[in-house]
Each structure stands twice: as C-alpha cells, then as structure tokens.
C-alpha cells in the first residue's frame, strides 16, 4: 500500500509549481507615493503606472486643492476691479448691463469657481491624454500605450504643481489681491517682478516659472516611461504638449 504522504507530494510539489508560474499583480502607487514620487523619484513612478495605470486619484488631488485656493481667492476678489473692464472693452452691453452682470458674478464667484476647476482639470487631462495618444499612434513603437497609460501620463505629473496652487492660496491670505486672477498671484514666476502691461506678454512670462518647468520635465518622464516612447519620441510628444498649453495659456490670458 502505498505511503499517503508520498502519494500526495507531487500534487502538492505541482501546486506549488503552478502558483510560482503565475506573476504576481504589480500594484498600483497609492495616491501618497504618486505625491512623493513626482518629487523624489519620478522615473521610477512613471515606470510603475506603466505597469499599472492610474489616474483617477490623482485627478482628484488637483481638484480638491482648486476648490480649497478658489475659495480663499472668491472670498478676497473685487470682481468688480476683474470684470469691469473687461467687459467695457468688449462694448456689447451697456453701463447698466454690466453692473447687472458684476452683481451676479459677485454672488456666484465660489460656485462659478469650483465648476471651472472640475471642467477645467477634466477636459485638461481628457483633451492632453487624447493628443498623447494620439501622438504614440502615430510612432514606430511596436507596443502601442493604451488610452489609460496616455490620461495616467497626462495627469500624475500635474501633482508636481500642487504646491504651486497651495502657494496662490496662502498669497490670498496673506495681501489684498484686487482684482487678480490666481495665475497672477504666484511669486515663482517671471511675470511677477516684470509685470508687463500686454497681457499676452504677461501670459507667456507667466510660463517662465519654476513649477511649470517642473511639470513640463515630469511630462517627458511621463511619456518616456508609462506610455515607453523613445528619448526622441517622447521628446518630440512633449514639446507638443508645451506648445498646445502655453498657447492654450497665452490666448485666454486677462
């Protein structure tokens, strides 16, 4: 009779066998490391989200923090000083239609706010993951990314401007800001000391800062790694991303 222990090794050693052969799911950066890694070790978190894209968190992060700095600049702003003129330079309504639609603005500033940063972020990372994509399609690569590795490439290296946004918050604090936009209030960029009077000029300056240089390098690590372009490929894909932004930027400038 045979040895019931012995009996059952080799299913137990094929088991065994079998459960090694399997990979192992890689998991996904948490929202925490995401944060971290845009700032310590980039390349490396890019490398990851190639493994196992992710985005949504990330997205959120950016919106939760617009509210917050939206909020601070809607309860300091003198919409009146913002859209005043403005809207006698554009000369399709009158003295009293104007004082009519300041007073509106004024009493739906913050709501007004916390919709165009949903809309804002959303399109932003939908319409620049789509320009990716469509980039990477267009490229020899023999492995095409998915439309989720462009969106994960498209969002996650916005993290790296978080404390850009803190930073317009607390300068809302901390001085009267008049009529500014927020992008006006940021002390990290070179429009802020020269203070142009085109605002267009003032817009392309604007993108002369140290958090938007950041993003634009975390974008190329972005492409590089989660969505695997060549140097030149991804070097190419984002320079198209700076172009597409800063002229986005540049042309709704006030």
Sequence with gaps: MPDPIEASMPAVLLEHAGSEAKPRPSKAPTIWEQLAGVCTEPAALFQRLATTPRWGEALWVLIIVGWLMMTLWGLKVDVDALQRPILEQSGRINATQIDQAIAISSRFIIPMGFVSVIVRNLFGVLSLGLVLWLFAASTDEPKKPSFLHAVSAATVPSLVSVPYTIMIGIMCLAKPIGGKIPERLAPSGLAYYLRPENPKLYGLLAQVDLFTIAYFVMLF????????????????????????????????WV
């Design 221 to 252: 690590l972005a492409v590089r790694y989660t969505m695997r372009l060549k140097p030149k490929d991804a070097g190419l894909c984002t320079a198209l991303a700076i172009l597409l932004t800063v002229g986005w930027k540049v042309y709704f």
